[in-house]
């Protein structure tokens, strides 16, 4: 039995060890982000449409355009967006001046997004004008539509980028007049392209998900890694759907139009991976087609997804258990939206969850109890028969039996949390709604680290406490591993994770103390 429940310990150690390792490689990459200054991006842009090759985008070439939440850089070019800042989202808690950069297109992570045009077997390189060269959505507007104009041979083009108050989500659409003498066939793409993100490590896989996506009616959600792509390029003919790149907290999505077939494909080419769709159009002599499609450059909150396209959602990336960090997260956005603040949403949730295991623990603490009461005969026994271990377990295991009590019924409670622990644990790594969000006095960002270590010592003091009310195991190096190691093992391990997740498992073992030692006083008489 000691030796089950200690592989017990050592497995929930192990998983343990595994978040504390991605987690450690997500905060450290995170740091290294932050260290790049901000505005110090050297514009560059696509050289033409057959390569993806970086070049300089002279100033002149240059659309700034700005509303509540978005501060995006468009390249005359061929109108691709070459950055883009969410000005609702600081690079690091308390920094009012520097926001968060999706798109970039600076070599070192290089991410942008673009259309282009190919008529007639042949792709357009197309240098829009504009009215202006900076655009402002101003606060008693709602709604800013910014157009792009380009006429060649009797070809007349407007390209629109449509902004709404609030919203993430822009519309890129295209009107295009054929007045050429000659009917025009065409293909317009909608592309995210990206350098390869520094990889991530982690045992099992338990790492934010840094890749791109694609969703169909057969597929509702698909990943396609990097690693994809370098191995094949993707060629599929879907209607509607949408592509995505995904990275911790944030996502870029082009969604084309959903009434009409769309190849998606993916490319590699210099180092700069892309993924995008096409979409075919006929323009008779004298006619004129509009063409639409919606992007999204902002944070994972399911509501903007879901409202945007069917399946969007699901880049918010929470890992293998993620019906488990779906509700979890659902139950805390319940709660927070009473009480204001995500770490009492914790904590109410972490109630939540122990009252509803509550007599499927309180059986296994009566178990425990009952261990703990026997330990003076377990010594005899083992006394008795000296180094005799077949018969010292043999005496044991009657002794058990005549005294009703379970073996290892003191770790259900424990294999009950594990999957808890990790769906919360994705929850804090995923959900941007948690990042830099505060609890109380010293706890500024719950989904950082205690920048004190309180919360990490308080819960192995609670994990201390917790087994010192378990039943010591008949191995004195073992008792002692449980008593002393195990604490300082895991205190050492969650000194780094974030603040959110060691307050759950702190709560929950001072409420696990707190069942057991009134399960103990009330045997005790």
């Known amino acids: 039995m000691d030796n089950k429940k200690l592989f017990l310990y050592a497995l929930l150690g192990l998983i343990v060890f595994s978040l504390w390792n991605a987690w450690h490689g997500e905060h450290s990459q995170t740091q290294v982000n932050k260290t790049a200054p901000a505005q110090e991006v050297t514009q560059k842009a696509i050289k033409n449409n057959n390569d993806i090759s970086v070049s300089s985008v002279p100033e002149n070439r240059m659309i700034k355009i700005k509303t509540d939440v978005l501060a995006l850089e468009v390249d005359k070019l061929n109108g691709s967006i070459v950055g883009a800042q969410l000005l609702k989202y600081a690079k690091k808690l308390g920094d009012h001046d520097h926001y968060v950069q999706i798109l970039s297109s600076n070599k070192s992570n290089f991410y942008v997004v673009k259309n282009y045009l190919n008529i007639n077997g042949k792709k357009q390189k ?56 000659k009917t025009l066939a065409g293909i317009l793409s909608a592309e995210i392209e990206r350098a390869k993100p520094s990889k991530k490590t982690g045992l099992f896989g338990m790492h934010s998900y840094n890749g791109a996506a694609i969703s169909s009616k057969d597929i509702p959600y698909q990943k396609v890694t990097f690693d994809d792509m370098d191995k094949t390029e993707l060629d599929k003919v879907v209607k509607g759907g949408w592509v995505a790149m995904q990275q911790r907290y944030f996502v870029t999505a082009w969604v084309p139009g959903q009434n009409m077939a769309n190849r998606y494909f993916s490319r590699k080419k210099q180092d700069i991976y892309g993924i995008g769709a096409n979409s075919n159009f006929n323009i008779p002599v004298g006619k004129n087609i509009n063409l639409t499609n919606r992007l999204y450059v902002g944070p994972e909150v399911k509501e903007n997804l879901s ?8 880049t918010i990336d929470y890992g293998w258990l993620w019906l488990i960090s779906m509700a979890i997260f659902w139950f805390m956005e319940k709660i927070y939206s009473v009480v204001g603040n995500w770490g009492w949403s914790i904590i109410i949730v972490t109630l939540v969850i122990k009252a509803a295991f509550y007599k499927l623990s309180e059986k296994s603490y009566v178990s425990m109890a009952k261990m703990k009461v026997l330990a003076p005969k377990l010594q005899e026994l083992k006394k ?90 008949p191995d004195p190096i073992q008792a002692k591993l449980m008593l002393y190691g195990m604490p300082i093992m895991f205190t050492v391990l969650f000194a780094s994770f974030p603040a959110g997740l060691v307050l759950y498992w702190f709560m929950n073992n001072l409420l696990s103390v707190l069942q057991q030692w009134l399960i103990l006083k009330r045997m005790n008489g």
Request: glycine share 8%; hydrophobic share 40%.
């Open 126 to 181: 197309i240098i829009f004008s504009s009215n202006h060269d900076k655009y402002f959505l101003s606060g008693n507007k709602n709604k800013l539509v910014v157009n792009l104009y380009w006429r060649s041979h009797g070809v007349k083009i407007t390209k629109s980028f449509t902004f709404y108050k609030g919203s993430y989500a822009v519309g890129v659409d295209y009107n295009i007049n054929n007045a050429s003498g």
């Open 307 to 314: 409202n945007l396209a069917p399946n969007l959602d699901r």
């Open 384 to 473: 008795k028969y000296g180094d005799d271990k077949q018969k010292v377990g043999q005496a044991t295991m009657e002794l058990y039996k005549k005294e009703g009590v379970n073996p290892l019924g003191g770790c259900l409670p424990m294999l009950i949390q594990i999957p808890v622990f990790i769906g919360l644990y994705y929850v804090l790594l995923e959900a941007v709604q948690l990042r830099h969000a505060p609890f109380i006095l010293w706890i500024h960002d719950l989904s950082a680290k205690d920048p004190y270590y309180i919360l990490p010592l308080l819960m192995g003091a609670s994990m201390f406490l917790t087994q010192k009310l378990n039943p010591p195991a």
